[in-house]
């Protein structure tokens, strides 16, 4: 018998009330489930890293969303970064719109409200459990079957939630601050969908790169964004997103080349997460944009596996800080140094920094002594439909 046989399932269970959480692990361990607990979303996130390097994944996550640290939906985020098919339950004692509306945002299977029944979270877990092993047995079957039947039925599957992706498709923007005038500086374009089937945009973008179709998404989303920048008033600055295959795209650059005064208000988000080594002349491509008029800006700095050699292609003109790097920063004096560490070299380069993340004033108040030009995060504004105002 292997163990998992041995296990109705390996469950990740996390919350910062040790009572709570022991008697929740005490009412799963009953119902048969091989069951792991912590207090902190970060010790969280190490284990469900290690146990998914290890081959032994946790087949549901189920987290409490208001911690210290770490909270749940940002867990929840995390953890999509690594797995996106795992089932998280959510589970709260002060729902909110705003934890619902993330919890719809980045895919979380259930969002369950305290006092929790022991009856209904050994339900929820297993019905968590049962959709994790079915999504991966599929998997197995189809690989192990080597044909196109099973292949093309899952393609024509997910064809048809793509189609309703992007049927349905619209554009969030959330306000950008400048902290030497406290005024805004512009909105970053973020992608959303009414598609139950891909509930976040994590999986419309893994669709679209499983069917070929990431340059079809990425000309509907620039189309949109554009459209609202274009019917608003203001000169701020529109932040964009693109994927490396997108550089790949000639409709990108004529798009840029045929209209000046808008390449001039748009500033293109390369991840340093992501691969710039299959794209044919990266720097070249990337200078063409800046050359229509372009702003270029490295995401998620200090996340990538790059290191700064993305610097050398890109030669951006704004950075972007991981918002893995702003959050408690206020707290961490490894974090402080590291943020001054890179502002002083943005500066020295020439170059604006902006701080993601921000969902704090003291968040706010330690990024902006150490030198950040621009902030960004929920505490500055949510992303919204076209156009809330920032706040200080």
Known sequence: MTLEEASKGRVLLVDDDPALLQAQARHLRRAGFDVEICERGEHALERFRSRTSERTPFEAVVTD???PGMDGTHLLRAVRGVDRDVPVILMTGAPSIESAADAVDYGALKYLLKP???DELVG???HAVRLHRLGRAKRQTLAELGNHAGEAGDRASLEASFERALESLWMAFQPILDVSTRSLFGYEAL???KEPTLPHPGAVLDAAER???LQELGRTIRARAIAALSSAPGAWRLFLNLHPGDLLDSALFELFEGSPEIARRCVLEVTERASLDRVPDARER???LRRSGCSIAIDDLGAGYAGLSSFVQLEPDLVKLDMSLVRDADKSAVKQRLIRSLTSVCQDMGLSVVAEGIETVEERDVVTALGC???QGY????????FIAPTW
Do not use: T, Y
Request: charged share 15%; hydrophobic share 50%; net charge positive.
């Open 124 to 126: 929820a877990v297993q």
């Open 373 to 375: 030009d621009l902030l």
């Open 379 to 386: 505490h500055i504004g949510r992303p919204s439909p076209p």
């Open 286 to 288: 990337v200078a063409s």
């Open 116 to 118: 929790i029944h022991a």
């Open 65 to 67: 969303i208001a911690m």
């Open 211 to 213: 069917l070929g179709r």
């Open 191 to 193: 992608l959303r969908s």
